[in-house]
């Protein structure tokens, strides 16, 4: 493809949405009420179709943060607490309770807008767990984006969504980021996104290890696939601090097309047990106390949960087994009356496939193939490879400014909420770190926090950016190389994937997975790592950095791919660079440091990092964790 056919489009706006997930679509429905008010523009970018992109893609069977303030069962303080021990002690307070305190709201906003949600017969949700509420969700996406289109419609010619746009870098002017720019994948067009503030929320990062699916199953994993490390990417190479980048997530999930454990384990009361029926959680449960005071806390942290079922796979204790039928049994076995206990049967087979039917279809189909009945058959789970995900049980994104009146100090609070340590970009959802457990519902919450917050910023400093053409034309130049290096070279061999002058993404991207698996600790190393694995993966990602000017994309599609796996590039390096500087062990099950095995008081704090765009050089930076509570 010739660059010189490609259209450049500017456009200019006042607050700029990349992404359209959950926090997006928060941010877009909060924003356009200001907006409306202040007369500003808001614009939202997305690489895919908003109704079916991101983490909520196929939907979801749960909304996993509710506090149900009024009905006075929880405090905002309790969550915090219960975020606090999941994370192994590691976590940001003040950013936890602002979204805590107005989740709730947000959820009230989906149920309006016709989220069907589980409720008893007086009519009160119905809780999976105690955070957790049963949600029929199969289009909670579709309803969510709907609303957040209709806020940005509601706007006029001052609100607009683009769709199918990827977004490569952030554009910079000294240390205030001035907008983004990207291309369509659809189209030969080049989009120069101008801005007086910019809310970065491309979600996580997944296919940065090796996942354990191959061949046919390739690209199937937990994670969405379509979420590829683009949030750490445009704040690292903004040049804003990170948090948390070594926290990494590894799921349970039912083995293989990764259906979700939580349904099974809070709401069926459900057990797993390694092959000959030991419930490792109480064989074990002594293991535990080497990481007190959170292994001891009640429910046990998510990284501990995943580390004494590994030690069960290391002793050749496996396949490990949730027992769905045991559950049922044992629920339908409560009811004395016949005829209601065979009815309670049905209504349990059939919450276990929408269970999976509401989010992960594969997993309902894994059932089908394997002849799986869940009232009478066991079901295999196991470890995911890992992601990088901060609104679930992971932590890592930007070090962002806390809410005024919860900060603890100025390094916690710098002015707007939820902007990062470069001015005019914030962060929130996945991008944003150390706030982990905000979910789906907790990522809209922050993304209406943030959204609104940005455009604060833009009142304040009315004035528009410059952008010199020359700079356009550099970036535009930069993020399109790989179409002109494929279309130099694409002659020089037989084989268009295999040329000595290029290297297409797929292959990089295999590359880069093979790397972080053996030498990062990922899922065929059993999650273990040390300070001369990690040394020499770094190494190896220098040379991956070398190559990765060499990207050769031969269409639109693969030129996207190629800047994904620049973005998963960085993502990697950041965390192998965290997990170096981290010299403890705190998240067994995570990952595990070999060289040091235990948990230190010395490192109850948070290891960031910064990228020095003046200098090309990384900075570490070891912040204090100041409690609330
Ligand atoms: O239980 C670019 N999550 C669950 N949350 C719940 O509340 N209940 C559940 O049941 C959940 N389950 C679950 C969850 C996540 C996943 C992956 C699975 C199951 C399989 C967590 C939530 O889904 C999650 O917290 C939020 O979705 C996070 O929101 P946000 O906005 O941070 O991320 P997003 O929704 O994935 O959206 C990202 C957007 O960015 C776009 N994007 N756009 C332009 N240019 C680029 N380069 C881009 N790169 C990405 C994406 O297209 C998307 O629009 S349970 O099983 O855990
Ligand atoms: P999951 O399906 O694993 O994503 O879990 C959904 C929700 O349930 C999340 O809030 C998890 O933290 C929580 N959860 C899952 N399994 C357990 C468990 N065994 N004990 C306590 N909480 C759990």
Known sequence: MNIENFETIVVETDLLILGGGMAACGAAFEASYWAKKNNLKVT???????ER???VAMGLSAINLYLGLKNGKNTVEDYVNYVKTDLMGIIRDDLVANIARHVDSSVHLFEKWGLPIWKDDDGNYINEGRWQIMIHGESYKNIVSEAAKNALKELGENGRYYERIFIAEPIMDGDRCIGAAGFSVRENKFYIFKAKSVLDTMGGAVHVFRPRSVGEGLGRSWYPPFNSGASAYFTLKAGAEMTCQEVRFVPVRFKDSYGPVGAWFLLFKSKATNAKGEDYMETRAAELEKWAPYGTAKPTPANLRNYLMLLELEEGNGPIYMHTEEAIKKLVAEIPDEKEAKRKLKELESEAWEDFLDMTISQALNWAAHNIEPENTPSEISACEPYFISSHS??????ISGPKDL???EDYHWGYDNMTTRKGLFAAGDASGA?????????FTEGRIAGKSALVFCVDNPDSVNLSNDKINELKQRILQPLTTFETHKNYANDEDVNPNFIKPKMFMFRL?????EY???ASVNFKTSKPLLEKGLEFLQYMKEDAEKLAAKDLHELMRAWENVHRLWQAESHIRTMLFREETRWPGYYFRTDYP???????????CRWNPETGEWEMIKREIKELT
Not at 44 to 50: F, I, N, T
């Open 44 to 50: 939202l970018v997305d690489k895919a179709a908003m």
């Open 53 to 55: 992109s991101g983490a």
């Open 394 to 399: 992971g932590a890592s994104g930007a070090w």
């Open 407 to 409: 900060a603890p100090s």
């Open 435 to 443: 706030s982990s457990h905000k979910f789906s519902s907790g990522s």
């Open 513 to 517: 997975q093979k790397i972080m698996d």
């Open 520 to 522: 990062a600790g990922g």
């Open 598 to 608: 235990e948990m230190k008081d010395e490192w109850k704090a948070f290891a960031n």
